[in-house]
């Protein structure tokens, strides 16, 4: 079987573990050539010499994905590198404050907003006009708990993936609109994962008094695989979803219903389903 994304240039940010680093490592082994980006250049060098010597493709950039001049060299570096980006994955994030709100420290709430909101925007803001220049290309902005519903005593976590959301229907629609349809983006959760960031829910006395909910979820395995996220990226990246184009897709919820998704595309679009909207009376 071919590999399904050969010849594909792709970044993800957030690489350096958890879900991002997944979902390079499953890049890579199916034939993209993988730019692996975070702040931490020791973890992203350790995964990059791991593809490689698996027989992918891959370099490590690191990247504040608040800092504008940082995300601008990652760009020119992957381009020296490997030529135009064919597939942007915005994974970066972060889950700082823990606690009700009112009792929030502002930086800490704020960081979360920078980082999963300024951070997203700002890699997207730059990748666009280099795949506009090519004529190609598509981004996927990664959401999470908060995009559909309240996420309690995470709020600056959960009102920046409900963000991310929004964001991503704006753009899909200014993209559209300026004839720009050859660029596709979408929004995708990648359910709930154990990771670094999770696991402060039974790591930390935060984590245990206030998330004890998702704790429980921890502790009894309720947890899913990165691998899903990991999937639907792929998918994405070979175009067969393309009708999602400004959409949220679930990689939990959507991993039984994977295969059928092309063929509910159109009718997705038509009922305006997986879209952030006020609910209406009935």
Not at 15 to 32: N, V
Not at 54 to 80: C, F, K, N, S
Not at 238 to 265: C, F, N, S
């Given at each position: 079987?071919?590999?399904r994304?050969?010849?594909q240039?792709?970044?993800?940010?957030?690489?350096?573990?958890?879900?991002?680093?997944?979902?390079?490592?499953?890049?890579?082994t199916?034939?993209?050539r993988?730019?692996?980006?975070?702040?931490?250049?020791?973890?992203?060098?350790?995964?990059?010499?791991?593809i490689?010597?698996?027989?992918?493709t891959?370099?490590?950039i690191?990247v504040?994905?608040?800092?504008?001049?940082?995300?601008?060299?990652m760009?020119?570096?992957?381009?020296?590198?490997?030529g135009?980006?064919?597939?942007?994955?915005?994974?970066?994030?972060?889950?700082?404050?823990v606690?009700?709100?009112?009792?929030?420290?502002?930086?800490?709430?704020?960081?979360?907003?920078?980082?999963n909101v300024?951070g997203?925007?700002?890699?997207?803001?730059?990748?666009?006009?280099?795949?506009?220049?090519a004529?190609?290309?598509?981004?996927?902005?990664?959401?999470?708990?908060?995009?559909?519903?309240?996420?309690?005593f995470?709020?600056?976590?959960?009102?920046g993936?409900?963000?991310?959301v929004?964001?991503?229907e704006?753009?899909?629609?200014?993209?559209?609109?300026a004839?720009?349809?050859?660029?596709?983006?979408?929004?995708?959760?990648?359910?709930?994962?154990?990771?670094?960031?999770?696991?402060?829910?039974?790591?930390?006395?935060?984590?245990r008094?206030?998330?004890d909910?998702?704790?429980?979820?921890?502790?009894?395995?309720?947890?899913?695989?990165p691998?899903?996220?990991?999937?639907?990226?792929?998918?994405i990246?070979?175009?067969?979803?393309?009708?999602y184009?400004?959409?949220y897709?679930?990689?939990?919820k959507?991993?039984?219903?994977l295969?059928?998704?092309?063929?509910?595309?159109?009718?997705?679009?038509?009922?305006?389903?997986?879209?952030?909207?006020?609910?209406?009376?009935?």
């Amino acid at each position: 079987m071919a590999a399904r994304l050969s010849d594909q240039t792709v970044i993800i940010t957030g690489a350096s573990r958890g879900i991002g680093r997944t979902i390079a490592k499953m890049c890579a082994t199916e034939g993209a050539r993988v730019a692996v980006t975070a702040r931490n250049y020791d973890h992203l060098k350790s995964l990059a010499d791991e593809i490689n010597s698996e027989g992918g493709t891959a370099i490590p950039i690191a990247v504040d994905v608040t800092q504008r001049d940082q995300i601008g060299r990652m760009l020119t570096a992957v381009d020296e590198a490997f030529g135009p980006v064919d597939l942007m994955v915005n994974n970066a994030g972060t889950l700082n404050h823990v606690g009700p709100s009112w009792e929030a420290d502002p930086d800490e709430w704020w960081q979360d907003i920078q980082i999963n909101v300024y951070g997203l925007f700002l890699c997207n803001r730059m990748t666009i006009p280099p795949m506009l220049k090519a004529g190609k290309g598509r981004i996927i902005n990664v959401t999470g708990g908060g995009a559909g519903s309240p996420f309690p005593f995470v709020s600056g976590y959960a009102t920046g993936k409900a963000a991310v959301v929004r964001f991503t229907e704006n753009l899909a629609e200014e993209l559209d609109r300026a004839g720009e349809e050859a660029i596709k983006v979408f929004s995708i959760s990648p359910g709930f994962v154990r990771t670094d960031m999770t696991e402060t829910f039974i790591n930390t006395e935060k984590g245990r008094k206030w998330m004890d909910y998702m704790a429980e979820r921890l502790n009894t395995n309720q947890d899913i695989s990165p691998t899903h996220a990991a999937e639907l990226v792929i998918r994405i990246g070979t175009g067969v979803l393309d009708a999602y184009h400004g959409r949220y897709l679930h990689a939990g919820k959507d991993a039984a219903i994977l295969d059928d998704l092309p063929e509910q595309g159109t009718e997705t679009v038509m009922n305006d389903y997986r879209v952030l909207r006020f609910t209406k009376p009935s």
